[in-house]
């Protein structure tokens, strides 16, 4: 029950991410990018992606789609940037679980992952 | 005119002093010639050119209005565009940014830190968190956020803040004093919009009185002189603007503030909300103590940039 995908085009906020909840015991993989993250979930099965909304290609609300095809149970946590509050809440209705915004307050995000998990077990 | 009268041209003259012109021809007729054709006067005729000098003052006036605002749309177009160019820029920002607050927050979870090293990463923390401060501000401008406008009274729009602030007043000793007029139009309003710029000089108002024995904050809405605009005037008893800033108050950045306060984009955004309401805002100073902010917005807001505004600080 603790297996995480990161999605971030930026490769430093992946790997602060990925140290961070390998820290604190998940087994966590990174992708760079919408096509990347989508193959590794078919792959791997994640029970939670933590996906940034503003990427490249694709962005974080195609993303978002294809997941929710893929298995509607992901639990997607969205990470956007402050000033998009609007657009977030858009995530919600597309089916995320909930979403954070930049810069990411790491005990939160490890809040967030917890709760879900929980909801998981549940 | 003799010489144009003698060539046998006419020709237009005005006066100077009346909206009058002549029109001289000269005459070589028995007329007004003598017998040995010596030339003896001219005749002319004079025509009442008032309605066309007040057309043609009229004209140049429309010319003169339709220059100002196109220049001020120009100006409007430019500042909007360096608010996409500020908001795109602070996105980009807060990407770096926020890379080096998680690894800052990973730092800080690190074992055996000496009380050194924790201060510093303190430090460094409360900076970044000054340059959220400042994208977040500058991300209003991005247009992204929808505007929600609709029909709203004043009255109700002024109240809620200062229920919102009631806390703060209440715990900072503030006195009030508000006067909602009891005829206010409803006013077409990004209502959110709205009540961040009247809470912004709310906030700026319990802060000039700090540290004050007579601290009072008066709000007065009425309708303003020209039919169509509402006024809400908020004052403070505080010791009021210096009157070397009072032009400067809504620059960006401008701050009289500790930079650890505030950004000093409070007023320059409220300034950006009223305008894009087609409103006004300014400040003066009051005659015996403190400051006033004065805010009109017309009762049909144009919430695109068509509205003229103008900045007023009366010193």
Redesign the interface.
């Known amino acids: 029950m603790n297996k995480i995908l990161v999605v971030d085009d ?1 490769i ?2 992946c790997s ?2 990925k ?2 909840l390998d ?1 604190k015991g998940y087994d966590v993989d990174t992708a760079l990018d919408g096509p990347t993250a989508i193959s590794k979930i078919k792959e791997d099965q994640p029970h939670i992606v933590l996906l940034d909304m ?1 990427m490249p290609v694709m962005n974080g609300t195609e993303v978002l789609k294809e997941i929710k095809k893929i298995d509607p149970n992901i639990g997607v946590i969205m990470v956007t ?4 509050h ?2 977030a809440k858009e995530t919600l209705k597309l089916g995320a679980y909930d979403y954070i915004t ?6 939160y995000l490890e809040t967030v992952v917890m709760v879900k998990i929980l909801d998981f077990l549940s | 005119m003799r010489l144009a009268a003698k060539e046998g041209r006419g020709k237009y003259f005005e006066l100077k002093y009346l909206p009058v012109e002549l029109y001289a021809i000269g005459v070589y007729d028995g007329h007004i010639k003598a017998e040995d054709r010596k030339f003896l006067g001219t005749y002319g005729l004079a025509r009442d050119i008032t309605k066309r000098k007040r057309a043609e003052e009229q004209l140049m006036n429309t010319g003169r209005e339709l220059q100002e605002t196109r220049d001020m749309l120009v100006q409007s177009e430019k500042l909007a565009a360096i608010g996409r160019l500020t908001a795109g820029v602070a996105h980009e920002i807060l990407n770096p940014v926020n890379i080096m607050s998680m690894r800052l927050q990973l730092l800080k979870q690190t074992k055996d830190l000496s009380d050194r090293t924790r201060d510093v990463l303190n430090i460094c923390t409360n900076q970044l968190n000054r340059i959220i401060e400042i994208t977040k501000d500058l991300g209003q401008f991005s247009g992204l956020r929808k505007k929600h406008v609709a029909a709203c009274d004043m009255n109700e729009v002024v109240g809620h803040v200062l229920d919102l602030c009631a806390p703060q007043i209440k715990e900072e000793g503030i006195k009030t004093d508000i006067q909602y007029h009891p005829e206010l139009p409803l006013i077409r309003m990004d209502k959110d919009r709205i009540e961040q710029v009247i809470f912004n000089i709310i906030s700026n108002a319990a802060a000039a009185m700090a540290g004050q024995e007579n601290k009072t904050l008066s709000v007065v809405t009425n309708p303003a002189t020209s039919e169509d605009y509402v006024q809400v005037i908020i004052s403070d008893t505080g010791p009021g603007i210096d009157r070397h800033h009072l032009n400067r108050i809504f620059d960006p950045f401008f701050t009289t503030k500790d930079p650890a306060q505030g950004t000093g984009l409070g007023l320059f955004i409220s300034y950006g909300i009223i305008r894009d309401h087609g409103g006004t805002i300014w400040a003066k100073n009051d005659e015996w103590e403190g400051a006033s902010f004065f805010i009109e917005l017309p009762v049909n807001a144009k919430t695109n940039r068509e509205h003229s505004v103008e900045r007023r600080t009366e010193q």
């Open positions: 930026e430093e906020a602060a991410l140290e961070f820290l503003n940037v402050v000033t998009d609007e657009q930049k810069p990411v307050d790491l005990d």
